[in-house]
């Protein structure tokens, strides 16, 4: 049993601890947020793979108390024709169907599960400097406490501290040619009723909405361009960023334009980020997972599902493997090129470069899962060294 400190309460860092604990090891859990933040952020979609690695930590039932599950996915072109309606991965098994949910509630529904399964979580504790030796690695934090421990994950997002301290100094995410504006409106303005996503081909702006069964119309639209000059939630006034981005929407027959213009006060936006490729992951007793090591742009909708994935793999892989630095290699041998593939993908959409194709399906071997992925994925099934497919 290791004794591991896992850095940012958030999707990745809350998943690692339901892993590692599961796994046996002594795991405690430092966030930099004063509390659960549940207000914070945009809504996201947890798709089938994402939905797996949950099962596998034992968290579906938690996360099934929030947001409302997908099954199916319509695509409309310009003029609102429909193009192409289609079950989504997983609609036949309720453990597995596509969910959307406030990335806020999603984070306090693991954040809750976390300290249920007694992990300790502290809140208000943010990392400022890592000592790595070699007796343990000590995190320093600004309240001037500190935490000693085998091993630490450095699960603290896009601009990791862990990742600047001690993997990657030097590293900084990149625009990926897109601001996402998203919003919440009351009431089912397009009449679609809910249970499915709508994806819009507009000709300024992919838009996409899902209906909540309480009648809230959830919607984003990813626009082309320059990046935000203030760099996100900050910029403008929620009516601001609605009237910057319903011209685009307007010259489209679509219902996106009627459903932003709908939206009273809850518009934000941020811009489409990524890391990139090929990045180090770890050195010495340290690791990074989630957006900390591989953010990639909002477009394939798999950020919060790949670190997920990422808990898994890495309790698996700690399981597995007796010493830790060999148990890091293993975790990247199986996870980069996987999550690489999505920035790759996901970030060529960003740019309109690449054209999902018409299921939807963006990310490759994210919603119609191969066997290797639910392997890697099923706690049972020990993780092997991968083979070398050209060998
Ligand atoms: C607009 C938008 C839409 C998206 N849509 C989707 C989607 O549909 N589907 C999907 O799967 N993903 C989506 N994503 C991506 C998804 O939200 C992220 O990939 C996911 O939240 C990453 O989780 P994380 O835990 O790695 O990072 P974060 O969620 O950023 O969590 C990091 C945590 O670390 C804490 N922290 C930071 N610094 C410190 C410090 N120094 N000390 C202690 N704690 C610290 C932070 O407070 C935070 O709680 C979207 C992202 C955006 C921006």
């Excluded at 959307?100 to 249920?116: D, F, I, K, P």
Aim: glycine share 10%; with cysteine; aromatic share 4%.
């Amino acid at each position: 049993m290791a004794r591991i400190l896992v850095i940012g309460g958030g999707i990745a860092g809350t998943a690692v601890a339901l892993g590692l604990h599961k796994g046996g090891h002594d795991v405690a859990v430092f966030e930099a947020h004063p509390d659960t933040a549940e207000d914070l952020g945009a809504f996201l979609t947890l798709a089938t793979n994402g939905m797996r690695a949950l099962a596998q930590l034992d968290a579906t039932d938690t996360v099934a108390a929030v947001g409302f599950p997908l099954i199916s996915l319509r695509l409309l072109d310009s003029q609102g024709a429909e193009v192409t309606r289609a079950p989504l991965a997983g609609a036949g098994d309720p453990a597995l169907r596509y969910r959307c949910l406030r990335r806020g509630e999603l984070n306090a529904a693991l954040q809750a599960e976390t300290v249920r399964r007694g992990v300790p979580l502290r809140h208000g504790t943010r990392l400022v400097s890592v000592a790595d030796g070699p007796d343990g690695v000590t995190a320093h934090f600004s309240d001037g406490t500190t935490a000693t421990g085998d091993l630490l994950i450095g699960a603290d997002g896009l601009n990791s501290t862990v990742r600047r301290l001690t993997v990657a100094p030097t590293t900084q995410p990149r625009y990926a040619g897109q601001r996402v504006y998203y919003g919440y409106t009351d009431g089912d303005v397009a009449a679609e009723g809910t249970g499915a996503i709508t994806m819009v081909r507009g000709t300024e702006a992919a838009f996409g909405y899902a209906v909540s069964p309480a009648g809230e119309t959830y919607w984003f639209a990813r626009v082309l361009g320059d990046p935000l000059p203030a760099g996100g939630p900050d910029h403008g006034t929620a009516a601001e960023r609605r009237d910057e981005l319903l011209p685009l929407l307007r010259k489209d027959a679509a219902p996106a334009a009627d459903i932003v213009a709908a939206c009273a006060d809850r518009v934000m936006v941020t811009n489409a980020t990524e890391m990139p490729l090929g990045i180090p992951w770890h050195t010495g007793r340290v690791l990074l997972v989630g957006d900390a090591a591989h953010a990639a742009s909002p477009a394939t909708g798999q950020g919060a599902s790949m670190a997920l994935e990422d808990a898994v793999v890495l309790a698996k892989a700690l399981r597995d493997t007796p010493d830790p630095r060999s148990a890091f290699a293993r975790y990247e041998q199986h996870r980069r090129p996987r999550v690489e593939l999505n920035i790759t993908v996901s970030g060529a959409i960003s740019r309109g470069t690449h054209t999902p194709s018409r299921t939807g399906s963006t990310a490759p071997g994210a919603s119609r899962e191969d066997d290797t992925l639910i392997r890697q994925l099923d706690w049972e099934t020990p993780l092997v060294e991968e083979r070398d497919p050209e060998a």
